[in-house]
């Protein structure tokens, strides 16, 4: 928030501008602590505020702790089966990078709390293997709704 507030001056210069906080989680999840006052302070300029949550991130650290690189990220997933629901973290970029090519994007998600697959469906989005990963509703349905359900059907 402090970083936002400092960056606020700087971002009203801009046409259109765009502040994306990567953060761990949505508004649903968070009881709406994620939607706050900044999209308001951008509007005026035409400008959005979104905080964008990835699903079950496979960055290089989680990689090396598996002993896996990108190539063969999937062999882990004997040991750890929810693995196989993985995003890289170019799924969230390439979700971002679209949003901020938008000329509508303070019209459609302004204030919004997201998960990168809502964008990545959005704007037609893929991950390096061609999926398009929703980590977010596969946990939902099957580990808290009771759906038995495999992570393939997620991607």
């Known amino acids: ?24 989680g949505t508004a649903a999840s968070h009881r709406r602590y ?9 509007a005026e300029y035409g400008g959005a505020a979104v905080a964008v949550t990835p699903g079950f991130m496979r960055p290089e650290q989680m990689l090396a702790h598996f ?23 170019h799924y969230l970029a390439r979700a971002v990078a679209a949003m901020a090519a938008d000329p509508d994007r303070a019209v459609r998600w302004n204030r919004k709390s997201v998960p990168s ?22 946990f939902e349905d099957t580990r808290y709704g009771g759906i038995n359900g495999s992570a393939d059907e997620y991607r």
């Not at 928030?1 to 001056?9: R, W």
């Not at 994620?34 to 951008?42: A, F, K, S, Y």
């Not at 697959?117 to 980590?135: F, I, K, M, T």
Request: charged share 25%; net charge negative; glycine share 6%.
């Open 34 to 42: 994620r939607e706050n006052g900044l999209g308001e302070e951008l």
């Open 117 to 138: 697959a809502d964008l990545a469906r959005a704007y037609g989005v893929r991950d390096v293997d061609g999926s398009q990963p929703d980590a977010w509703a596969y």
């Open 67 to 89: 002993g896996v690189s990108e190539e063969n990220w999937r062999d882990p997933v004997a040991q750890e089966p929810a693995f196989a629901i993985a995003e890289s973290p």
């Open 1 to 24: 928030m402090i970083s936002a507030a400092l960056a606020l001056p700087l971002l009203v210069r801009s046409e259109a501008p765009l502040h994306v906080e990567v953060t761990d």
